[in-house]
């Protein structure tokens, strides 16, 4: 009876695709716990590069069963085109389950969301514009339509048509825009409901059976802890909770029956949309990492903001979430520096701070404190084992695990499968 939370250490897009897919291997089950369609795991394999949204990283493993969890909101359409795209090159998605209390984003939803960014001018949280936000809200206020709705035509056409009435006033009447048609968007969940059958069932119940028989489950989390609605850099953060406590509740599973949590930080940090930033580089540096580590968003397409590795907020998020094991991504984006530094933390008029305060404007103003590390100047990308780094990179890796403490035991110099350095347990 063994589950082991896979999760975002930064402000996501850290590589936790690349880690649950390599830890699938020994899986028998891996389940997405929250987010949506506006996450995005990228998988290098023998078959070639997958994006993947709302479909868990472990849908590639041929032995496990892949599972949407209660946590996640699912945008049907991009759900049906992911299935369709993974269909057309060969890959199982008979092994997918959908929870059938996992929340619907409806089509009301990425229209409300644009409204509402578009009424916040300056203040604007960068939000995807999936939809996501109003998903979760609806969720919380009682107004949510689950994927279990779609198995009764009747339950589903009343809550349509009532909720449709209703976003329409605030369409209309508040943004002063065109309302939607009640009766075009309940012949889109009807053809949701034919396509998406035979994959809905009772998860938790499917994950609380492979936990009692001994099975291996891993749980994956969108996003990254610093986007946290409680712990992250409130109000630009996710609209879940994408932490190890956040990963049980998604996934339906109890604190007790996790063995480990392993958190993935890039070797930098890099975050999209707005909100605090404190390590962020606005010069050469932050646009040649951005380069070298690929740093465009697997779902928008638009360039992230970069800047060196904040240890001040990696290091409250592995307080916070109780980290086991660190898996160290992109280690091989720094191979081209001299000298690399780290944030130990933030200069306000208040004085030095060594945690990431809730007040917005206060860690808006913070001047990152430097400290300077020595770089290694060599090509990691060939390096399978962790006697191959250069000992400049070994010692930044120490580091790490200093600051985080907790061991770094998986390192990636890569996106390949083999470029992930495993230490052993």
Not at 57 to 79: F, M, R, T, Y
Not at 194 to 200: D, F, G, K, M
Not at 318 to 325: C, K, M, S
């Amino acid at each position: 009876m063994t589950a082991t939370i896979i999760m975002g250490g930064q402000w996501g897009d850290e590589g936790k695709g690349k880690i649950t897919d390599a830890l699938a291997a020994s899986a028998s089950m891996v389940v997405r716990a929250n987010g949506g369609s506006n996450a995005g795991h990228t998988v290098k394999t023998d078959q070639g590069t997958f994006k993947l949204h709302l479909v868990p990283s472990g849908i590639l493993n041929e032995a496990c069963l892949s599972v949407i969890g209660a946590g996640v909101v699912v945008e049907p359409d991009k759900l049906i085109q992911e299935l369709d795209d993974l269909e057309s090159r060969s890959i199982d998605t008979s092994r997918l389950r959908i929870s059938d209390r996992a929340h619907i984003v409806m089509p009301y939803h990425p229209v409300l969301d644009r409204l509402e960014e578009e009424r916040r001018e300056d203040l604007s949280i960068g939000t995807t514009l999936r939809g996501n936000g109003p998903a979760y809200a609806d969720k919380m206020s009682r107004h949510g339509i689950r994927i279990g709705d779609l198995q009764s035509s009747a339950i589903l056409r009343n809550r349509v048509r009532w909720e449709v009435d209703q976003k329409n006033e605030i369409i209309s009447r508040l943004y002063r825009s065109e309302p939607l048609d009640s009766n075009e968007i309940m012949r889109k969940a009807e053809h949701w409901a034919e396509r998406l059958a035979p994959y809905i069932r009772p998860t938790q119940v499917d994950i609380q059976d492979a936990l009692d028989a001994g099975d291996h489950v891993l749980i994956e989390c969108a996003q990254g802890a610093m986007l946290d609605i409680d712990y992250g850099t409130y109000p630009f953060v996710t609209s879940s909770s994408p932490t190890a406590a956040g990963a049980c509740q998604g996934a339906g599973v109890s604190p007790r029956q996790v063995e480990r949590v392993v958190a993935v930080y890039k070797a930098y940090t890099s975050r999209v949309g707005a909100g605090p930033m404190p390590s962020e580089l606005h010069d050469n540096t932050g646009e040649l990492i951005r380069q070298r580590g690929n740093e465009y968003g697997t779902t928008t397409g638009r360039p992230r903001r970069t800047g060196w590795f904040d240890e001040v907020a990696a290091r409250q998020s592995a307080r916070l979430n109780g980290v086991d094991e660190v898996a160290l991504t992109l280690v091989d984006a720094l191979d081209v520096f001299d000298q690399i530094r780290t944030c130990t933390g933030y200069r306000t008029p208040a004085g030095e701070l060594h945690h990431l305060p809730a007040v917005l404007e206060e860690g808006i103003a913070a001047e990152p404190v430097w400290a300077d590390h020595a770089g290694w100047m060599e090509d990691t990308t060939g390096a399978r084992s962790y006697e191959d780094l250069p000992a400049q990179a070994k010692d930044y890796v120490a580091h790490m695990e200093q600051v985080l403490g907790a061991r770094v035991r998986y390192i990636g110099v890569g996106p390949a499968r083999d470029q992930l350095i495993d230490r052993g347990a």
